[in-house]
């Protein structure tokens, strides 16, 4: 009897630690994948960390961010591309910087309008605009110079620009200070008829006064921008004329001034010059005239300058510039500018190489004539 309860109790002390181990490991329930094999190596990218694309800059609003209206109450208030105030308003503009420069409707300087003031303080520049009127609608523009020394250029990264419409019911057009202008249709470039509207709200049509007729615009060819006018991007001598413009909003229609389409035939390039002395040989006491004339488009400007003999020595001499168009014919015009050099009392130091040098916004053109004494 004894011996089987020693028996009994030794397997029972084998038995109970292998039972307790299995209920020891049954009491944690296995989590969801435990038994997976996790790779050891593995780069996790932390959540909420991804860079978007850089998306473009976008160099018009960064320009705009520094030219501001003021508002009522000190409150500010950034410009877009365009602003609609009513004639007889009045407006405040800041340019943020400590050197800045505008620009606006140049007839404002035309006629030293007291209307405007313009003031640069500490940390923004100021333009003030009282007692509006319609011919005060165009594009006001500001931006900051950097100078070195007295070398000073445009901060291209920091400029502000809006055009703003100073709407008036019995001004549809911006007025202009002349009843007819003349615009030059050139093959190699678009023209403009500047028929401005103070209104963007406008319906603007063009026409021409013989024959009449409304000119269809097909906004490829012929376009209209409320900013500039008509624009014919491609003239030919097929538009010539004389032609207005017409506008409706809320009311009667008004009729701008007329505009002379003027066909231009010279191409554009630098000065097209001849040089010519009369007489080329002169006698002591003599008069002569030394003539450079250059054939050239309507609108553009030539410079003349001379160099001559006498020059050094002061020579007195007379120098008279003047221009005029000619019709040549077909509808097609060009400008006649000349430059006349005059020695009135020829002497032997007067003789030589008299140069005329011609000069536009395309080049310079240099030619040359010999004055012998007789």
């Given amino acids: 009897m004894r011996l089987w309860v020693l028996l009994s109790l030794l397997l029972l002390q084998e038995t109970l630690p292998h039972v307790i181990g299995q209920s020891a490991k049954s009491k944690r329930p296995k989590e969801p994948g435990e038994n997976k094999i996790k790779p050891i190596n593995k780069k996790v990218k932390p959540k909420g960390l991804k860079m978007k694309e850089r998306e473009p800059v976008d160099s018009s609003s960064k320009s705009q961010s520094i030219l501001m209206q003021v508002?009522?109450?000190?409150?500010?208030?950034?410009?877009?591309?365009?602003?609609?105030?009513?004639?007889?308003?009045?407006?405040?503009?800041?340019?943020?910087?400590?050197?800045?420069?505008?620009?606006?409707?140049?007839?404002?300087?035309?006629?030293?309008?007291?209307?405007l003031s313009i003031k640069q303080l500490d940390r923004y520049g100021q333009l003030i605009l009282t007692n509006s009127t319609a011919a005060d609608t165009g594009e006001y523009s500001c931006w900051l110079q950097l100078c070195n020394g007295n070398k000073c250029r445009k901060d291209e990264t920091k400029t502000g620009s809006t055009y703003i419409f100073f709407t008036d019911k019995e001004e549809l057009f911006v007025p202009t200070p002349s009843y007819f202008e003349i615009v030059y249709l050139n093959p190699d470039?678009?023209?403009?008829?500047?028929?401005?509207?103070?209104?963007?709200?406008?319906?603007?049509?063009?026409?021409?006064?013989?024959?009449?007729?409304?000119?269809?615009?097909?906004?490829?060819?012929?376009?209209?921008?409320?900013?500039?006018?008509?624009?014919?991007?491609?003239?030919?001598?097929?538009?010539?004329?004389?032609?207005?413009?017409?506008?409706?909003?809320?009311?009667?229609?008004?009729?701008?001034?007329?505009?002379?389409?003027?066909?231009?035939?010279?191409?554009?390039?630098?000065?097209?010059?001849?040089?010519?002395?009369?007489?080329?040989?002169?006698?002591?006491?003599?008069?002569?005239?030394?003539?450079?004339?250059?054939?050239?488009?309507?609108?553009?400007?030539?410079?003349?300058?001379?160099?001559?003999?006498?020059?050094?020595?002061?020579?007195?001499?007379?120098?008279?510039?003047?221009?005029?168009?000619?019709n040549r014919g077909t509808g097609h015009t060009t400008r006649i500018s000349k430059s006349v050099l005059i020695i009135e009392d020829f002497e032997a130091r007067d003789a030589g190489n008299y140069i005329c040098i011609a000069q536009n916004l395309q080049g310079t053109t240099t030619v040359a004539t010999r004055v012998e004494l007789n």
């Fill in 71 to 115: 508002m009522d109450k000190g409150r500010f208030q950034k410009l877009t591309a365009t602003l609609s105030l009513s004639a007889g308003q009045s407006i405040e503009l800041r340019c943020k910087g400590s050197n800045v420069t505008w620009s606006y409707p140049s007839y404002l300087d035309t006629f030293k309008d007291s209307r």
């Fill in 189 to 326: 470039k678009p023209a403009v008829i500047p028929c401005r509207v103070t209104t963007p709200l406008a319906k603007v049509t063009l026409h021409r006064e013989f024959p009449a007729e409304e000119i269809e615009t097909d906004e490829t060819n012929i376009i209209y921008d409320a900013k500039k006018g008509f624009v014919y991007q491609h003239p030919t001598s097929d538009h010539k004329g004389i032609v207005y413009c017409k506008a409706e909003s809320q009311g009667a229609p008004q009729i701008s001034i007329k505009y002379h389409l003027l066909y231009v035939e010279v191409p554009r390039g630098p000065p097209s010059a001849t040089i010519v002395a009369s007489p080329s040989r002169a006698k002591v006491s003599d008069g002569i005239h030394v003539a450079c004339t250059v054939l050239g488009e309507p609108d553009v400007d030539v410079n003349f300058s001379w160099q001559y003999p006498g020059q050094e020595l002061e020579r007195p001499v007379i120098i008279q510039n003047f221009w005029r168009l000619i």
